[in-house]
């Protein structure tokens, strides 16, 4: 039989297979719902991957594609110069910032835009002539991508393993997780305390001449939704301050009104130098990212430009037309319909819902906050490897008509922002269907579709 040629997709641990390797494949989407080649029907309780917030059909996106497409189909930003709606893109991004912003850089993808952040903020050092800032922090259990330098700041192993990453220079703190063994018998402001006095003690090892910035997600989301304890990042921000390394908040996931506010940077009270966008930006329908840059970072880089005669960075595709005129709708709906206000109003009902599976068997913690939730599973009483019974629940949960994500035995759930409470609760009940076929042993880890 004839195997047909499918497209490489990331594999996870425990990421499900059918015998000949051919990925499930989704055809179709309406709303917050999705279609199987075999004509099943999902809820997608994750939004694609955290990202199609507006939901699968919604007819500006889709306009302002078209019009865009007809009118100017491609017209880049290199060498000074660009188009007029990356342009116009960038003045909607300064005008929505949660801080004001000195420049916007468009890229295609979170890694990209994570990449180029990484690389100012060594330009940004070198214009200053602080030519041994090439060090990066970031969390371990943080997700930034997997390009080269982005997956190097990723604190994930699977993303490493076979690649020769991470890069040197790249070194990684605790994630910042209560649930986390330094954590035990600690209260929060203890837990911060240790957390802050192994920053403080990386950067005395290493010096702080040595490092150029910290990028974190202001919640990490790849990492199993962790939530920081409360004033984390303060303190975070203090130290980076005191020893002039850059901060770069990492609202990949965050960013366009999934935590209740159009940026976690105001939801946390953030001061980031740098903030990276994507996935929401357009609802995913076509790719684009962006690094919104400070204006302190940007004057600095414009000096540096002049010294080193180039500001050599960019792609071909960065600040695409159509792209960009998706995101300028997608930012005209957010507001017009105040979509963050919706998921304020939403955040209950999701976490609500969730809060019914506390006490469940396995079931070791719920948390949420706006429309993301996980559930947290101890693998132990089923006797399953590490990441088992989440693989197997996220099957379960398909079984159910559900797409969630398993973040090893963690269960994430990142809906559609525009889900309404009765769609919100019934991914909860399908995935609580889910949780009793497993726990019932009716079903012992098969990929659904296989
Ligand atoms: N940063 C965060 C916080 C993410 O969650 C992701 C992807 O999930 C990325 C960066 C990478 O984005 P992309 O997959 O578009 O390269």
Known sequence: MSVPHSPLTMLEPHTPTDALGRPHVITRGEGVSVWDEQGRRYLDALAGLWCVTLGYNEPRLIQAATDQMAKLP????????TNDVALALADDLA????????RTFFANSGSEANDSALKFSWYYHQSLGRRRRTKILSHHRGYHGSTTAAGSATGLAHIHHGFGIPLPHF???????????????LTDAEFVDWLIGELENLIDDE????????????????GGLIIPPANYYDRVQEVLARHDILFIADEVITGFGRTGSMFATTEFDLRPDMITLAKGMSSAYLPISAVMVSARVWNAMTEGAERFHTFGHGFTYSGHPVAAAVARETIAILQERDIPGHVRATAPVLAN????????????????????GAVEFDPTPHGM?????????????AAQGLLVRALGDTVVFAPPLISSDSEIESMVERFTAAHEDVVCGRIHHAAAWS
């Open 95 to 102: 005008r929505i910032a949660p801080l004001p912003m000195g």
């Open 207 to 222: 010096g702080a001449d040595t490092i150029a910035a910290f990028i974190a997600e202001p919640i990490l989301g790849a």
């Open 353 to 372: 819902a969730l809060d019914k599976l506390r006490g469940a068997e396995s079931v070791r913690d719920v948390r949420a906050y706006g429309l993301m």
């Open 74 to 81: 491609f017209y880049g930003s290199f060498g000074h110069r």
């Open 385 to 397: 490897a590490a990441g088992e019974l989440g693989a197997t629940l996220r099957d379960a949960a």
């Open 171 to 185: 070194l990684r703190l605790h994630c910042p997780d209560p649930l986390s063994p330094p954590a035990h018998g």
